[in-house]
């Protein structure tokens, strides 16, 4: 029988050691999923906020292309302007008559009919880690073109991720919000703020899974029962566990029960669901399927988010990878140097070939209407070339495509100048975007999460983007 007496000191990460106690118990017994060992209670209550009137999709995967594409030379072509603004490369005609895409994406091209793309996006802030905050939030940085920021007060509102996960019911054992195939991070290592749930505590923060999809036998280490676990042991473990948790709660009457017991449960019934656990695995899926999607990690990431939708989750965001070999000067999309060469070599063959099959795939298994995809990233680049023949950052106006649940296709919403600097028309700001995908999510986005302190805040500031919905 354990006891605890006098009162819960609180560590210096604000962690209770009952807290430690109780997730170095379910080490203990065998679980090992990454969310648990920093998950706590949050004092936000849940808002209701179904939007009636939306025409609902079930699941968001969200394809965040870390370090920000050109706008030209992806959704947003410039033939006219300069050489030193168009680049390398030309327009390519779409499945929409008048409409054009960069020839560098050539199948998205011919589904542009599923499309909605934004060409006036704009956070106005040149700096990744405090744009990208604001894009995966809603809510600007404080203050803006922070490089570098880190997770924290004032900068803590949750993503929407986690506003999904606090406000979405879970479907099955798997929760409604999970991220892959890592978190978004700098070259210095610092990691983004915007990624995680802020004030609304760790208990609604998605799951993360630190993953490479495309590695020979592949498999998420974390959600794996061990061979010599039995059912029959992992059994017994829980029912020790549960007798550990009601000694615990007998001691503390605060009311923290329900939250770890619902980690807990959730925990094991991951482990001993075999659908649950299926989703995870890869290799179920034929070759050529997953030739269709890439066999490079942000294919197979992006095919695991299907899988994952599939499986109930209700929104999965997927992270462009980052390898160790990123060249320093120009990591993933953040094309300082070298732009063209980068492009068409280790960008956009990948992306190009990753969404169309994603939506491809989502469409011939009924699954497009009710799942909403969306391609996004913290900024753009800038409208003239630098002189290591990159492009450098730029807030100011950049392009967002959606396709799927809730979303009209074959529409071009907004448009960038002459150059791709700056919104001529239709300008949509991150706020604007969440709002959307809130809606799209059936979630009005005036619904109210609390705060730390109790007070009502909205999920999102924004305005719901009309003209592109179905």
Request: with cysteine.
């Amino acid at each position: 029988m354990f006891s605890i007496f006098g009162k819960q000191n609180r560590l210096c990460d604000g962690i209770s050691r009952r807290e430690i106690l109780r997730v170095g118990g379910l080490g203990a017994f065998g679980l090992s999923l990454p969310f648990l060992a920093s998950q706590r209670q949050t004092r936000a209550e849940t808002v209701p906020g179904a939007n009636a009137g939306a025409k609902r999709a079930k699941s968001c995967i969200v394809l965040f292309l870390m370090g920000g594409p050109p706008q030209h030379s992806t959704w947003d072509p410039k033939p006219d302007a300069p050489k030193e603004v168009r680049g390398e490369f030309g327009p390519i005609s779409t499945s929409v008559p008048g409409t054009q895409f960069c020839e560098l994406l050539p199948r998205m091209s011919q589904l542009a009919d599923r499309l909605a793309v934004l060409r006036a996006v704009s956070s106005n802030d040149n700096a990744h880690s405090s744009s990208g905050y604001y894009m995966m939030t809603g809510q600007p940085h404080a203050p803006m073109n922070f490089e570098n920021a880190n997770p924290g007060f004032p900068n803590d509102h949750p993503n929407m991720g986690s506003i999904v996960r606090k406000l979405v019911p879970d479907r099955g054992s798997l929760p409604s919000s999970i991220r892959l195939p890592h978190r978004i991070f700098n070259t210095d290592g610092s990691v983004w703020p915007g990624q995680d749930a802020g004030f609304l505590g760790r208990s609604v923060e998605p799951w993360l899974l630190n993953c490479k999809p495309a590695d020979p036998g592949f498999r998420v280490d974390e959600l794996t029962l061990n061979a010599e676990i039995s059912d029959h042991r992992l059994a017994g473990r829980r029912t020790l566990l549960d007798h550990v948790n009601q000694r615990l709660d007998a001691t503390e009457k605060a009311g923290s029960k329900n939250g770890y017991g619902r980690l807990a449960e959730q925990a094991f019934n991951v482990l001993n669901s075999n659908d649950s656990r299926q989703a995870f695995q890869l290799d179920r899926e034929s070759a050529e399927m997953r030739d269709r999607y890439g066999r490079n990690q942000f294919g197979q990431s992006v095919l695991l988010g299907r899988r994952l939708v599939e499986a109930g989750v209700s929104l999965v965001q997927v992270n462009w990878y980052r390898g160790a070999d990123e060249p320093s000067d120009a990591p993933c999309w953040d094309s300082h140097a070298r732009e063209a060469e980068r492009l068409k070599t280790v960008l956009a063959p990948p992306a190009d070939q990753a969404m169309s099959a994603l939506i491809h795939d989502l469409e011939q298994r009924g699954m497009l209407d009710d799942t909403l995809v969306v391609c996004m990233a913290e900024f753009g680049r800038t409208p003239r070339f630098n002189g290591a023949g990159g492009r450098d950052h730029w807030g100011h106006v950049y392009s967002v495509a959606m396709a799927g649940g809730g979303i009209k296709g074959g529409v071009v919403h907004g448009s960038s100048d002459a150059i791709g600097a700056y919104p001529a028309s239709g300008r949509v700001q991150p706020q604007d975007l969440t709002a959307t995908i809130f809606h799209c999510l059936g979630l009005n986005p005036e619904s109210e999460i609390h705060d730390t302190l109790g007070r009502p805040i909205p999920i999102s500031r924004g305005d719901v983007i009309q003209q592109i919905l179905a």
